[in-house]
């Protein structure tokens, strides 16, 4: 019951925030047993679902695939794929499809950088600098 009461509360906050309030609310009432997941579809003909967990902190947050993949939007495609590290550092894209593409055996699950900063969603050319 507990629980239950923990994710509505998440639910609601996270709605009245937008999408980075997910990630600060599940922190903020202590809830990292219960990691807020969205499930995405990519823009294939079959219409292909993947559920990401979101985790982070109050100044930036990411997302992983179920096994533990990080990923990143491709805006131009619009498809999610695995996440990969550009020359300075920063997330973005590779281009295995996430639920689509096997991961590559070059990523490793829970690829992170080095040095997290400033406001982050994991999209192509990400990290407001």
């Given at each position: 019951?507990?629980?239950?009461?923990?994710?509505?509360?998440?639910?609601?906050?996270?709605?009245?925030?937008?999408?980075?309030?997910?990630?600060?609310?599940?922190?903020?009432?202590?809830?990292?047993?219960?990691?807020p997941c969205v499930?995405?579809?990519?823009?294939?003909?079959?219409?292909?679902?993947?559920?990401?967990?979101?985790?982070?902190?109050?100044?930036?947050?990411?997302?992983?695939?179920?096994?533990?993949?990080?990923?990143?939007?491709?805006?131009?495609?619009?498809?999610?794929?695995?996440?990969?590290?550009?020359?300075?550092?920063?997330?973005?894209?590779?281009?295995?499809?996430?639920?689509?593409?096997?991961?590559?055996?070059?990523?490793?699950?829970?690829?992170?950088?080095?040095?997290?900063?400033?406001?982050?969603?994991?999209?192509?050319?990400?990290?407001?600098?």
């Amino acid at each position: 019951m507990k629980a239950t009461f923990r994710i509505i509360l998440i639910c609601i906050l996270a709605v009245a925030s937008g999408i980075t309030g997910i990630a600060n609310a599940y922190q903020l009432f202590g809830a990292e047993d219960i990691a807020p997941c969205v499930t995405y579809t990519q823009p294939d003909y079959y219409g292909t679902q993947f559920q990401a967990k979101l985790w982070g902190n109050s100044i930036w947050w990411e997302q992983e695939t179920s096994d533990g993949y990080t990923i990143a939007l491709n805006q131009a495609t619009g498809y999610w794929c695995y996440a990969v590290l550009d020359s300075n550092g920063f997330y973005t894209h590779s281009t295995y499809r996430v639920g689509i593409d096997s991961p590559p055996p070059t990523i490793q699950p829970h690829l992170r950088r080095s040095s997290p900063g400033g406001c982050e969603a994991v999209v192509e050319g990400s990290a407001l600098r």
